[in-house]
């Protein structure tokens, strides 16, 4: 027997009739402002359930023409983001319709990079959860059951051996709550005590791209559980605000108009089946929205992976507590039956939703309903969140607003169409920084999609491997951040305007500097900040970004960062074979990587190295970086290039490994400062911990950790180096400190320090180190030479080819000269290496 729905302020979401008109209006609107709507089933399925019929007739209207629905004009607006176009709809939706974003940019610094590794992770992570929970319920029994038996009158044999079973029960129990916990811990420590940020992409229809999201699929459980993490994260970074938010929608409800967009989930279940469900996220104002939910009383996965039917059942109706409701306009439906019945009804309590939940019965917004680029949908509602949080009043978390400002920026270079050319600049190698894809080095650098997008600008010879990329895009982001100027001209005694390029305005601009000419120590500060932050958002253990302070100066700032623009296999040959300027760019490459893994080796400066006596010992970022540059000239027996080259190796792998590290003897590993500590206190180790070489270069039983790193690279190392040579000597940039330490180096194996004679044998050991990281740089000078005279014959024959064709007077005489003359060298200098080689192959023989 049908019951009559009770009246009142709460809406009953639209039919399937009403539904299907909405989304011929929006399509149809779309067609005419010519952009892309969402798919028709995100219409219907995640918007049309969430408006009562009521609203959707004031929405659309139909063409006298052409008898074709549209919507009115009152009832949407296009808005203009630099190149794309945007539709959105203005209504008013159900106040529980509508979840928060999981990818707010506020809870940014709470993510960390997605990747296949990470998301198994989460599934192990939430697999240990669940046996943690049902091991704490068997201790709880147990326990139990040893009380009761304590409390037992009974003195015979047999109750002394049941008290003795139920304390062995209880002692397994607790064992096993602790292995549970550590195993628990241990996944959390691996991910960074963070998860991986979830992965949307462009929702397609007969392979065109929609304006619309969708995520990866997951497992329920796995939606769950990142559903309550970014509720966590969300409700943290509320709670700097002055006010309570709950209250304030509870007393005048919500004022202004958030934004939202239609994102559809795909969740699995135990079977492996795939159920797929559209919901309206809030880009803007996702603390209104959860707060709202909590005014009814819900959780954000009741929208997504189902709502109990037992929390808003119908009169008379069998509750289940087990039996979800995944249908929106289901759920919608009886939460405002539910509620219109309890205002309908007298002495109803004032505390419930029911009054509660007045005010925002239903809220203002505007949905994304059409845009004209959907491919970078994603990056371009992140911007207008980006942009609303940062002209609002509540506070920002630092990161947060690093990040925030970081992403800014790129936007900037690319509105410029200077993007590509700056990585072009930065990378003169690359075998093809042309084919770069806009958005997708956009969403890599700022951590949002893969570092894939990067492999054009890695050199032709080098393997594109996750290590290079990650090198790549820290290089990336340190040309982007500290951007190189032009050189100064020769002074004349006269005023000069210095020239600041292409790129420094850029970032002036973006990050709303002073001018060029009173760039100081502040600005540096800021600078570095903001590059942390950037390189911090590329790694699963993020530490605190303030231990970068220091590792960029002021002339860093205001003239670039002048980086090494080698790779990083022609640093490490050119290390090997001796060149003290490519271990210095090398270390600059793993600043990032000792500061952000499991076992930091460089921190935040706590204070002087200077007042170490008064206050203890102190290490500042730029000492730990010096010192590390130093000891590859420093004569220590306990520290040899074959320990730094390993070193720097294991580093630059270590945020990408998946597994964890194993000793060489199978032994179990410990922490290099943590040997005298008993076993229950020492640090769990996870993937991306290091193992501590020996003198030979092989791995130790040993984990790294900062006590490991300051014995082996004692701070006295770095203020020698510090206080003999210039910037250069912090930021790894080739200047004319570095030159001198490369000149001096080359007399390294004639002589000794004193200018004694050194050993013949040890210099004879030496060279044999070297020479075949020698040889190898050779083989890639002229792999990269022939590389290049095969595609300059190729071009030549075009050339000739198309004059041919096209019957072109030939060059003027004197520029024919002039290349002959050119090549004529090149050539006399490759015949003179030649002989060169020639006779290295003899001396090889004999030596």
Known sequence: MAVKRPEGIFPYVSTDAWSEKLAEAIQNTCEQEGV???????????????????????????????????????????????????????????????????????????????????????KALVDAEFALEEARKAEKQAEKAREARRRAVDDDIYAAAELAAAEDKYRAATSRVSEAQRERDALLSSLGNRRPRPVVKSAEEDGRAMAALVLAPQPREVAVHLQRYAVENLRRAGRGRGYDLVESLVAAGQLSRGMCVLQQWQLQDQTGQTSKS?????????????????????????????????????????????????????????????????????????????????????????????????????????????????????????????????????????????????????????????????????????????????????????????????????????????????????????????????????????????????????????????????????????????????????????????????????????AQAGDATAWAALVQRMVPNLIHAPEPLITPGQGSEAGGQRKGERRGPANAVAALKMAYKQEAPNVTRELLLSFAKAVLENPDATETPEAPDGTRLICYGEQTWPEESRTTIVPGMILAPDTEGQPTALVVDKAWFDELFPPTWGSTFQGG????????????????????????????????????????????????????????????????????????????????????????????IEWMEKLTKARGAAEASISALNQVEALILKL
């Open 278 to 574: 559209w919901r309206m996220v809030a880009v803007t104002a996702n603390n209104r929205a959860l707060a709202r939910l909590d005014i009814f009383d819900l959780q954000v996965e009741h929208l997504v992976t189902g709502m109990p039917q037992s929390l808003y059942p119908y009169p008379r109706e069998n509750t289940d507590s087990e039996l979800l409701l995944h249908n929106q306009r289901e759920v919608l439906n009886r939460i405002s039956y539910s509620l219109n019945g309890e205002l309908a009804a007298e002495g109803t309590d004032r505390e419930r939703p029911a009054h509660r939940a007045g005010r925002i019965a239903d809220v203002p917004t505007e949905v994304v309903v059409g845009c004209s680029n959907p491919a970078a949908l994603e990056h371009l509602l992140r911007a207008l969140n980006v942009d609303d949080h940062l002209r609002g009043i509540q506070p920002y978390d630092e990161d947060a607003r690093l990040i925030a400002l970081f992403a800014i920026l790129i936007d900037a270079y690319a509105t410029e169409g200077l993007l590509v050319r700056a990585l072009a600049e930065t990378f003169p190698e690359a075998r093809g920084a042309d084919r770069l894809n806009v958005d997708g080095v956009r969403s890599a650098l700022t951590a949002n999609g893969p570092l894939a997008p990067l492999s054009p600008l890695v050199p032709p010879g080098d393997e594109i491997s996750p290590v290079a990329l990650r090198d790549i895009a820290l290089r990336s982001i340190t040309a982007l951040v500290f951007p190189d100027l032009p050189a100064a001209p020769p002074k004349t005694g006269q005023r000069q305007v210095r020239d600041t390029g292409r790129y420094w305005p850029i970032v002036r601009g973006a990050l709303q500097e002073p001018a060029w000419s009173q760039t100081g120590a502040k600005t540096a500060a800021a600078r570095t900040k903001l590059w942390s932050a950037a390189v911090a958002q590329l790694s699963m253990h993020r530490a605190n970004i303030l231990s970068a302070h220091g590792l960029f100066a002021t002339a860093d700032t205001k003239e670039g960062a002048r980086q090494d623009p080698r790779s990083l296999r022609d640093l490490f040959l050119g």
């Open 36 to 122: 892309t709507p969402p798919p028709s089933a995100a219409i219907v399925e995640g918007l049309a359930t969430a408006l009562g019929d009521t609203e959707i007739k004031k929405l659309v209207v139909t063409q006298r023409t052409s008898n074709s629905k549209v919507l009115a004009t009152s009832a949407y607006r296009v808005v203009k983001a630099g190149e794309d176009k945007v539709l959105l709809l203005t209504c008013h939706v159900h106040g529980a319709g509508v979840a928060p974003w999981d990818l707010n940019d506020r809870t940014a610094s709470f993510w960390t990079p997605p990747s296949p590794e990470a998301t198994e992770r989460v």
């Open 725 to 816: 040579s210039s910037r250069s000597a912090t930021t790894g940039t080739t200047g004319s400190a570095d030159q001198a330490d490369e000149d001096r180096s080359s007399d390294d194996t004639s002589r000794a320090a004193g200018g004694v004679a050194a050993d013949p044998r040890a210099q004879l050991g030496t060279l044999r180190k070297e020479l075949p990281a020698k040889i190898e740089l050779v083989e890639g000078v002229y792999e990269r030479a022939v590389q290049a005279a095969d595609a300059l014959l190729s071009d030549f024959e075009t050339a000739r080819r198309l004059r041919s064709d096209l019957g072109e007077d030939p060059l003027p005489a004197d520029q024919r």
